[in-house]
């Protein structure tokens, strides 16, 4: 773990290493530990005497807004969130690998804050989705790799409002897509994209690696900068229907080597581009029945399709 962040758990969990054997009230707790050596049972949760799986420190240890600490390497199991919280592993030592449904599920109240923080969730090929975020207030996925998941890498979905960022994480091999938006069709999205790598999603079965839908969601807003998007089947698609809008603002990114570079639908479906990169598609290009805007300093090999568009004007 780094030194900073290792001691600030540490002093925010330190009133339980002098009372390893304390019980307190279920989910009564501020923060708890988890190890692999742990055990699940009434009290667990100290650096000395950590809990063994993130549902039952969830369930029954730590307190809504409270944070869970991983100690050391293991499989961590799948998790429901339902309150806020956070969990932090910052020496990347988390695991959960699931052979079937979602590694981790979020259906948390409509203000809670959500953090993830250096987990690797793997789908072994056969696991659903990654994170689903069905609820909440804010969902923030932090230093985590999410991989060969046979639906999404994350899937934001929420029944209502929603901000969702994703940072410093690798999302690849996942079958339908890398990172898939919607909503329900009162809320409205915000999102952003930062120093991801997103790669070798859905290449095979016409999947994409960064899906923004407007099919529910009133409104959607996307951030996406700093980021590989390579080897997907679609890069980055933004797509809008009826009175939906559905805008992406793309800066700094590598959009290379898919199937299909860029898709912009018809209707709301906007896209802003700012010294962004696409090139080498295997077919496709950039097919745009929306709306493009460029900044005049993006270096754009693909072919443009839709709108009268042409490379010069995206450049």
Wanted: proline residues 2%; charged residues 10%.
């Amino acid at each position: 773990m780094k030194l900073a962040s290792s001691l600030a758990i540490v002093a925010a969990l330190a009133f339980w290493s002098f009372a390893p054997g304390a019980a307190l009230a279920a989910g009564s707790s501020p923060a708890a530990w988890v190890s692999g050596h742990g055990t699940n049972a009434a009290g667990c949760g100290s650096l000395t005497n950590p809990c063994l799986t993130l549902q039952y420190t969830h369930d029954n240890i730590v307190a809504a807004g409270g944070l869970i600490a991983v100690l050391d390497s293991s499989d961590y199991g799948p998790l429901v969130i339902r309150k806020a919280i956070s969990i932090v592993d910052d020496g990347g030592l988390a695991g959960i690998a699931v052979a079937s449904g979602d590694a981790i599920d979020i259906q948390a109240g409509l203000n809670d804050a959500v953090l993830i923080k250096g987990l690797h969730l793997d789908g072994l090929g056969a696991g659903a989705n990654g994170i689903k975020f069905l609820s909440g207030g804010t969902l923030s996925v932090v230093n985590c790799t999410i991989e060969n998941m046979t639906s999404t890498g994350v899937s934001i979905i929420p029944s209502s409002d929603g901000v969702i960022v994703v940072a410093n994480s690798t999302i690849a091999n996942n079958n339908g897509a890398g990172v898939y938006t919607s909503g329900d069709s009162s809320g409205s999205l915000t999102i952003s994209l930062s120093n991801d790598k997103i790669i070798n999603n859905g290449f095979s079965g016409g999947g994409y690696g960064v899906r923004l839908t407007g099919g529910q969601a009133a409104y959607q807003n996307a951030t996406i900068d700093n980021t590989l998007i390579s080897g997907n089947g679609t890069g980055l698609s933004v797509e809008a229907s009826g009175s939906n809008e559905v805008s992406a603002f793309s800066v700094s990114n590598n959009i290379l080597n898919n199937v299909s570079s860029v898709n912009v639908t018809s209707g709301g479906a906007r896209l802003a581009l700012e010294k962004t990169s696409i090139k080498s598609s295997y077919s496709g290009g950039i097919k745009n029945a929306g709306f493009i805007q460029t900044f005049g300093d993006n270096a754009i090999a693909d072919n443009v399709t839709g709108s009268g568009l042409s490379p010069v004007s995206l450049k």
